[in-house]
């Protein structure tokens, strides 16, 4: 079985600032929540954390319409997560909702089903995730157009 190694360098940059480099290149700063003494308009780890789930999922799900030769015409998906506190006070995501939209056309909406199922099933962060991740889908499908 193949392994993969993925890398992430984080650097303090002063006060519950940070500043993150992912191996893949891309740069952000990022900072604790607001309402834990961080800075309004940065990225947070609760919202990395969300995003990772959001963007495997969107990949797996363009993965899956290929394979399933579906014709995507537009996706979007709203991810939501619930953190709740424990007596100890710690805090752990409980669950984690995702809301995609999807539209395709000229397909059933049972083929649109077995591509959501695929994207959940093969999505590496939902399956490595301690929360249970639950997909609340909106599919439209729309008519070939006439040719």
């Not at 940070?18 to 609760?46: I, Q």
């Not at 995501?93 to 695929?118: I, N, T, W």
Request: proline fraction near 5%; aromatic fraction near 8%; hydrophobic fraction near 40%.
């Amino acid at each position: 079985m193949a392994t993969y190694t993925y890398t992430t360098h984080v650097r303090w940059m002063g006060g519950h600032r940070g500043h993150l480099k992912c191996g893949n290149g891309a740069e952000m700063d990022f900072s604790a929540p607001p309402k834990l003494y961080g800075e309004e308009g940065v990225l947070t780890p609760e919202d990395a954390f969300l995003a990772a789930v959001n963007t495997c999922y969107h990949m797996m799900l363009v993965w899956a319409a290929e394979r399933l030769h579906l014709d995507m015409v537009s996706y979007e998906c709203e991810a939501e997560g619930v953190a709740r506190d424990r007596l100890d006070k710690t805090s752990e995501f409980e669950s984690v909702v995702l809301r995609p939209k999807v539209v395709v056309r000229g397909a059933s909406y049972g083929v649109v089903e077995k591509a959501l199922r695929m994207a959940r099933k093969y999505s590496l962060i939902a399956e490595s995730i301690k929360p249970e991740v639950i997909i609340q889908p909106d599919v439209s499908v729309q008519e070939p157009p006439d040719t």
